[in-house]
């Protein structure tokens, strides 16, 4: 699993805001981390991505994530946002297809 702290640095990396092992500013961090619920929220409604604790990602879909928040907040940082980056993040996102929520223990159910 990965925090939500690493997912908004991955989208700050992917948009060159930081490189590895650098700090951001508590500016830009907090615009990436600002969209974390409504970019998840949209991909749950559209049943791309079904996500659970908001704290935890699964590292399967963890840089598609990344790639998607970054190209949300694109504009802010001086990027026009890519229609074919989304697409492709959400293609991959959807072959993944969970069978439980995203961060979330899957339970049994027992006869």
Do not use: C
């Amino acid at each position: 699993m990965k925090s939500r702290e690493q997912l908004v640095n991955r989208a700050l990396i992917e948009l060159g805001v930081v490189g590895a092992g650098q700090t951001a500013a508590a500016e830009d961090y907090a615009v990436i981390n600002d969209a974390v619920e409504p970019v998840m929220s949209d991909l749950a409604t559209r049943d791309i991505w079904v996500w659970g604790n908001p704290d935890e990602y699964e590292e399967d879909a963890f840089d598609h994530l990344g790639v998607l928040l970054a190209n949300a907040r694109a504009r802010a940082f001086g990027s026009a946002p890519s229609e074919e980056v989304r697409l492709l993040a959400e293609r991959r996102l959807r072959a993944l297809k969970p069978t439980f929520l995203s961060g979330q223990s899957q339970t049994t159910e027992y006869y």
